[in-house]
């Protein structure tokens, strides 16, 4: 059972807000070849932003 495979990685995703608050998460890179970019909460603007994948 090996967690650390490359075609899950783990990932972290970095607010486009400039606040430096971040996401941990997995991403499946057969169906998303490409940086990753997700809408999400960030807590020190209180509003939904987009965040990039970092890597």
Do not use: C, Q, W
């Not at 807000?17 to 960030?42: F, M, Q, S």
């Amino acid at each position: 059972m090996a967690r650390g495979n490359d075609i899950r990685p783990i990932i972290k995703l970095t607010s486009t807000a400039g606040t430096g608050y971040t996401y941990v998460t997995r991403k499946n890179r057969r169906n998303d070849p490409d940086r990753l970019v997700l809408r999400k909460y960030d807590p020190k603007v209180r509003k939904h932003v987009d965040f990039r994948e970092e890597r």
